[in-house]
């Protein structure tokens, strides 16, 4: 990994950290509000961001507290599964380059111009946000996975 590289994803994995302990309208912690479980959520195609976000939520929270070899894998294909478009989803590496598992996992989908950012750590907890969309036209910063699958 180069020093830009590394950097780069420093400061994506920091800023998520962050906004996962700030308090505000787009932070959302891994507990689910006992009402939304028991409501059948659907991804709504012609929805933005907000309007996809309890959705999101809802399939990565529940993922993000099973124990996988390949996180990044299942929260990929939940979404996809949930009718979010593969094309739209941007997610990390499930391992270090040193083939150890990553301190955590980052996925994102791009809807319009704002990105859905949800992560999962080690200790299987999850965060999310909605950030706006990179000039890029991508959501993370730094090397991603290759979702060919």
């Not at 399939?59 to 993000?64: F, K, M, T």
């Not at 083939?99 to 996925?107: E, G, L, Q, W």
Request: charged share 20%; aromatic share 4%.
């Amino acid at each position: 990994m180069t020093a830009r590289t590394f950097a780069l994803a420093a400061t994506t994995v920091m800023s998520l950290a962050l906004g996962g302990c700030a308090v505000g309208p787009n932070v959302t912690p891994s507990a689910t509000p006992s009402s939304t479980a028991a409501t059948t959520l659907v991804f709504l195609g012609d929805g933005d961001a907000q309007d996809n976000k309890v959705i999101f939520d809802q399939i990565l929270s529940g993922v993000a507290t099973i124990d996988q070899q390949h996180p990044g894998r299942a929260m990929v294909d939940a979404l996809v599964n949930a009718g979010f478009r593969k094309k739209s989803i941007q997610v990390t590496e499930d391992l270090t380059k040193t083939k150890i598992p990553a301190d955590s996992v980052i996925v994102s989908v791009r809807i319009n111009r704002s990105c859905l950012i949800g992560q999962r750590t080690n200790d299987r907890e999850y965060f999310s946000s909605i950030e706006s969309a990179l000039k890029t036209g991508g959501c993370l910063i730094g090397t991603t996975r290759i979702i060919d699958w």
